[in-house]
């Protein structure tokens, strides 16, 4: 009988040599299903496997306000960047796999501060294994952020790196796919649409949830859906992530390698030209990052006293009062009694509210403890 990854290339094989069309896409959509199947079979059995001592890993723990991963191939230059964004001094020499750990720094920026981790280098095939390839896209995939670091006289570096990335289940620059799938005892597989689909017929959608074992359930759509959407929905495993394209030695470049190697990169991507070795970009590097992911500015106001506005509480913007609290000291929210709100998300002035409590930029916060 055939191993796990013998059937998952042999679908593939399949599915890359069937002409994607209309015609074909809901047979594509179901060998994708299977494959997808699979891979969570395998991902289980590694699980074990790393469970009962089967073999080392590495692990990152997170730390700061969010967390940035530089990824590409061995010396494209990332150790030089993390010396130039954070206070790290990481080893760097001529030669490939240069770095063969993960090398956690600290940037510290308007107030925000920000774990940027060096991972080492991927290769065609990591998210297969090769290379420690598995362990590199798990830290990735639990990163806020996806810096792809690209030499521009390897521009074709990055649709490998991209494609690794894919495989391991992210999904960058994207959103997530307004697909709502809830099982039911019976009925069948009913599918129901706000808008004309005009990729998949319903015949081919609930083939594609068949492929999963669901015979009866209700689906929502939302959005003109692909067999990606049905299948990463159904997945359930998708990472949906912020990434930005950073173009390194640009001091050695020409004004035609930068052209051509921004012609091998994807069009509606941000692409960040730097140079590591002399600094050129970098602070608009360190702008870029903090602009792009989603802080807001929570103004702290200690009970009976004045409130600081001159320096604010860096958070996500999905933040609640609980996650405030577990931020300035552990024991707030075991002590929380209520919060006092003013600002763009109180109903009113010093409105009463509890740890779920979604919080707005801009917002001034009095925290009420039990003594």
Not at 4 to 21: A, F, P, R, V
Not at 118 to 134: E, N, Q, T, Y
Not at 184 to 208: D, H, Y
Not at 324 to 349: E, I, M, N, Q, T
Request: proline letters at 4%; hydrophobic letters at 40%; charged letters at 25%.
């Amino acid at each position: 009988m055939a191993t796990i990854d013998e059937q998952i290339k042999s679908l593939e094989e399949e599915i890359s040599k069937t002409k994607y069309n209309k015609a074909t896409q809901g047979h594509i959509g179901k060998l994708k299903a299977k494959i997808a199947a699979l891979k969570e079979r395998k991902e289980k059995a590694q699980a074990h496997a790393k469970s009962s001592g089967g073999g080392p890993g590495f692990e990152v723990k997170k730390s700061g306000d969010a967390s940035v991963a530089l990824v590409g191939f061995p010396s494209v230059g990332k150790s030089s960047l993390i010396s130039q964004l954070t206070d790290v001094e990481s080893d760097t020499g001529h030669f490939a796999f240069t770095t063969l750990t993960c090398i956690p720094g600290v940037l510290h920026h308007r107030g925000a501060t920000i774990q940027i981790l060096d991972l080492p280098g991927l290769i065609k095939g990591a998210s297969d294994g090769k290379g420690r390839g598995r362990e590199i896209l798990n830290v990735i995939r639990g990163c806020d952020m996806v810096l792809y670091v690209i030499d521009p006289f390897q521009g074709a570096h990055f649709e490998i790196l991209d494609m690794e990335l894919w495989r391991a289940g992210m999904r960058l620059n994207q959103p997530r796919p307004q697909v709502f799938i809830d099982r039911t005892e019976r009925g069948g597989i009913v599918v129901r649409s706000t808008l004309e689909q005009t990729n998949l017929e319903e015949e081919e959608i609930q083939a594609i949830i068949r492929s999963f074992g669901i015979v009866s359930a209700t689906v929502t759509l939302r959005t003109n859906v692909t067999d990606d959407h049905i299948v990463d929905t159904l997945a359930g495993n998708r990472v949906y992530s912020d990434a930005v394209i950073v173009l390194n030695k640009v001091d050695l470049a020409t004004e035609n390698d930068l052209s051509g190697a921004r012609k091998l990169l994807p069009e509606n991507w941000p692409v960040l030209p730097v140079s590591a070795k002399t600094g050129q970009g970098i602070e608009a590097m360190k702008d870029f990052i903090f602009d792009n992911l989603h802080f807001m500015s929570i103004y702290l106001k200690p009970q009976g006293q004045e409130a600081d506005l001159i320096e604010p509480l860096i958070v996500k913007n999905t933040s609640t009062v609980r996650d405030v609290c577990a931020k300035l000291h552990r024991d707030f929210v075991r002590k929380f009694r209520y919060a006092r709100v003013k600002g763009p998300s109180a109903k009113f002035d010093w409105q009463r509210v509890g740890l779920d409590h979604l919080l707005k930029d801009d917002d001034l916060l009095t925290i009420i403890l039990r003594k």
